[in-house]
Nanobody, 120 residues
């Protein structure tokens, strides 16, 4: 599967952004998926994950209540709605997928990153 992330940008504290991850070349509904991010000088971290049908999600504590992950298995697209953005959310955001459960393993497939910059 090929993944294409989009929707990043430069915003101010408190603003919102919606990231999209378009998938092609695979059966989208077969993949568990997630969003990850990496800030300069920091390790990559998991932000949010979603199961194949979208009924189960998980979030990093730092984004709970502000970010919402979702997917549209008809449009082959995953989303990350980011509200109340903070400067510490600044990072390159990556979407990822795996045919297996990604809650306990590093996903096999990755999209290119999209930059999110939040200024105070």
């Amino acid at each position: 599967v090929q993944l294409q992330a989009s929707g990043g940008g430069s915003v101010q504290t408190g603003d919102s952004l919606r990231l999209s991850c378009a998938a092609s070349g695979g059966t989208f509904g077969s993949y568990t998926m997630g969003w990850f991010r990496q800030a300069p000088g920091k390790e990559r971290e998991s932000v949010a994950r979603i199961n194949r049908r979208g009924g189960t999600t998980g979030y990093a504590d730092s984004v709970k209540g502000r970010f919402t992950i979702s997917r549209d298995n008809v449009r082959n697209t995953m989303y990350l709605q980011m509200n109340s953005l903070k400067p510490e959310d600044t990072a390159v955001y990556y979407c990822a997928a795996d045919l297996r459960d990604i809650w306990t393993r590093t996903p096999a497939y990755w999209g290119q990153g999209t930059q999110v910059t939040v200024s105070s």
